[in-house]
DNA sequence: GTGGTCTAGACCACC
DNA sequence: GTGGTCTAGACCACA
């Protein structure tokens, strides 16, 4: 995996992690990989990892088992995505809409590259 | 002007500056205001406008008359405004396709939040 | 180190770091001093140096880890290398063709003082 | 005519108006441009033309008649040369020697780009 | 430990 | 007046 330069490491780890949760791929009650496996995996620092996942069980997406490791919330899957739809519909959308703006870009070149995404794929 | 917590205050001022290149409030080839006033009227310290104004001029948005000022460059608005879009349809909007095919958000929702949003100004 | 009156010392600084790249010292991939180190050696302010590693990064000569250090970019001493010697066949050997042929000093007059200078080493 | 970025204006001035002198343009004892003629020419402020007179003055290559203007030195010319000859010799060709060795760059490819220079011409 | 940002204040060359 | 550089010192996020 490879990061993004202006982004905390931490914080696109966390991303990634919820990212799963989110799509399905660790299911709730499931146990996510260990602090020291995922950090051999992304070649970073455990320390690292852990603030992920500090930062994630600060949201309650994942808990932990003491001696057993971080899982999925029950209703973990549901919780981010609440969470960021909120996030996604209150503060993204308004920024873009206010960029669209000032570049003279309407919602129909918006429409336009969205076909080409989804045909593209 | 009051700035976000998060990112740093000469790259706001820098994005402010741009904004106001890209809208043609600065016109190409006109001075914008000096260092000096620019942190009096923001209230922050001349060295972090200087910040904000080297990092425009790396990106040729604006040049230096020395011992006059900065200036808006000849084909400034122009420049900005190609190399926000490109950025804009290169990078922007396939995240935000992605962030949407996550969260379940249709097209269609965008344009209702659209219409929402130019009506309520 | 000792640096030269006219110019400004984080150019110098710059220039000192480049000479390491392009001789090989610190080769591709390789740390190089910290910040707060190498101000102490030098013994100037760590924002000086901090300025020269900011331009160098510009550059692409150096580039950043997150919380680890800068390091040498994988193509530095290349791209130092091929940038430098197009600026002097380009730029600086024309100048000095000029300054030549005003002063009425010959090619031949170039070669005794290369001899000179290679046998004063 | 243009000037350099990273250079004083003033010095460029007095650069070109030492070239006129060298190449025997403008003769000894001859009256050279008035301040304000100079400054409407190249489009600067007078202060700065003036500046560049009074460097020119220091190093005697020309002398102000009160009243009737700037006028080349009886031995302009010559002194002009003899100063920056010096200079050549002992600053700027070591200089030069210095950055070959650093690029890795012979004193024959020197002579083939003077080949160039002089028949392109 | 690492870089990154910001302030306060100074001094300078230049136009 | 303009920008440009430098210092000292502080605080912060990040690994």
New interface residues.
Partial sequence: MEFREHE??YLQIAAHVS?NI??GKWAAEQKIPSVRELAVELQVNPNTVMRAYEFLQNQQEIYNKRGLGFYVSANGAAQV?AY??ER??QQ???E??R?MQ??E?G?DE??K??TI??TGK
């Fill in positions: 905390a490491i990212d989110l799509t995505k960021r739809k996604f519909l993204e959308l308004p873009l809409f960029t000032l570049l870009i919602i918006i429409e590259q969205y995404y989804k």
